[in-house]
């Protein structure tokens, strides 16, 4: 018993070790990909007061929830949300299946529009046809869907799969929360079986820490096999009032640090600042043209208006992507 | 550098050694309050597999989930749901504010049935009542409220707090279940913000790993400050076919083990054993009149028939109470 126990321990402290090292290391510069300008500093600032046990804003491990938008916060989202490209592809390929489509707005419009151009339809349309062209289809049969989608669509200026479109620099904060106890979620307006097929590989969230918009289920037994169908019909828009009543909902604690970049973020940073206690709200502020886009109060995708005069006026940290980050993506 | 690394690396090693005593202790006998009966090897035989890396059943830690009901399962449930009590009470505090009441059912019924008595009242009904009774009110104000109550009433018939009414064999096989990576949940009908003030400390499950029943919400502003209102509106219903629908919307990915107790968990436990790969079903049978209740296939609080059936025909595992729990409570 006593030699078991000694190789245990043996190889508990190796792994300590290692552990460690990375640690030491990493708290060398945590977040290698950003500048050492202010929204680091305050980032660092933060983490490391909620972490100190003697500090009076130390916060516990359980409550150290950090909920990060998706869209323009962790990957890109120009010239058009990367979901709605999936969606254009989507309704193409059933298309045959839905002679209808062709003149039945908004399948109609999608189905017009060259590959280049902006699709002329709301984001809550989006929704609608995403729901639509899949219903009846069980959850297993999408997840396959968008995994085959997403291991070979490209972005169509880059060139690259959207996968690789994802910001360095957050996927290091990402990695820093969470080697500081923090777990982190997404809360996405996009669609939360779109996402979570591999924001686990991606991100390292899993599916069950991915909040975002849902259609309706509906369990029933095919061929003798339990299924989950889905339905066409919307069950949650996890959008600007919705980010909140998400979390609510899907965590059940407010957290202590949010992170987007656009309007309908907006409302997650007020429920996440009005909480006691130390707070961290961020947005991520695309000023970028030649690496990424510059874009906020006018642009049709990620308006960023109304949140940045809040966050100037309430003192919250605003990354600007130029200035702010080494690099932009991986 | 050198001396700090080397304090850090005690320090580790040191914490290394207590986890390691702890999990080669507890690994001599993790489950002591159940008998060394079927259900014990079944469930120890389960993990073993699971966690065995070399084992073509091995299953990464990031796939261990593993769902739990909870009236019946994590603690007892009658003579009446301990959330049909807590509704009981709240009706009667709130009757002054609601003259209506008096004369309006599902209310009235409520109000004039004796302390001790059962209630002719559905699920349904009941989720609506305690829904409408609290609409208006902050998801933080019913949140405190849950805690005065969890904190202060007693069960009628043992005089205990509802929270020493969990069993101990379950405290055990969640504790034993975690420490071997798995992530537990519970998976309830009953109301998710009357379970999340209390299953942390209760159960060691944090508030994003209870899934359950829920009203609508709104976010708004009052007095300047975000707020999550309650509607009079039910959003969710988990029970029976809604749990494997509440199981997809939460947590993302199916149960490689599920437990239950009644026919409302039947849907769970077939969804998870569709999965592929090692699977894990359990159903506890109450049989000891004794110690708890005996009641199964004609009781109106917990019915287990349907699936008793199910379970016995597809060799799922069932504890019973009386024969395989040394002790019940804690």
Same mark, same amino acid.
């Given at each position: ?184 979620? $997404?809360? @996405?307006? !996009?669609?939360?079986? %779109? ?6 590989? +991606?991100?390292?969230?899993? &599916? /069950?820490?991915? $909040?975002? @918009?849902? !259609?309706?289920?509906? %369990? ?6 339990? +299924?989950?169908?889905?339905? &066409? /019909? ?97």
């Amino acid at each position: 018993m006593k030699t078991i126990l000694r190789k245990i321990l043996g190889a508990a402290a190796l792994a300590s070790a290692v552990a460690f090292t990375t640690t030491v290391s990493r708290a060398a510069d945590p977040l290698p990909s950003w500048n050492d300008t202010a929204p680091k500093k305050a980032i660092v600032a933060f983490v490391q007061k909620v972490t100190n046990q003697g500090s009076p804003d130390f916060v516990p491990v359980t409550e150290r929830i950090a909920t990060f938008d998706n869209d323009g916060t962790l990957w890109a989202e120009q010239p058009i949300y990367f979901q709605w490209r999936f969606a254009l592809d989507r309704v193409k390929a059933l298309a045959p299946q839905h002679p209808e489509w062709k003149t039945k707005p908004p399948f109609s419009q999608l189905l017009s529009t060259p590959k280049e151009e902006h699709v002329a339809v709301s984001e809550h349309e989006l929704m609608e046809i995403i729901i639509a062209a899949h219903a009846g289809m069980t959850t297993e049969e999408f997840e396959k869907i968008v995994k085959d989608w997403i291991a070979t669509a490209k972005h169509p200026k880059t060139g690259k799969l959207y996968t690789e479109m994802v910001y360095q620099p957050m996927l290091e904060l990402l990695a820093y929360l969470r080697a500081n106890g923090f777990k982190t979620f $997404i809360v @996405s307006g !996009g669609g939360i079986e %779109f996402m979570r097929p591999w924001t686990e590989r +991606v991100y390292g969230i899993p &599916p /069950e820490q991915v $909040i975002g @918009s849902s !259609g309706k289920l509906k %369990f029933e037994m095919r061929d003798g096999q339990p +299924v989950l169908r889905k339905l &066409p /019909e919307i069950n949650f828009v996890d959008d600007k009032e919705g980010k909140p009543v998400g979390i609510q909902q899907h965590i059940g604690r407010r957290p202590i640090a949010a992170f987007g970049n656009s309007d309908g973020d907006l409302q997650m940073l007020q429920w996440t600042a009005a909480g006691n206690g130390p707070r961290f709200c961020l947005y991520v502020h695309h000023t970028d043209s030649e690496r990424e886009w510059a874009y906020d109060r006018t642009s049709s995708i990620g308006r960023l208006d109304k949140g940045l005069d809040e966050a100037k006026a309430r003192g919250w940290t605003i990354v600007s992507m130029k200035d702010d980050w080494k690099r932009i993506f991986q």
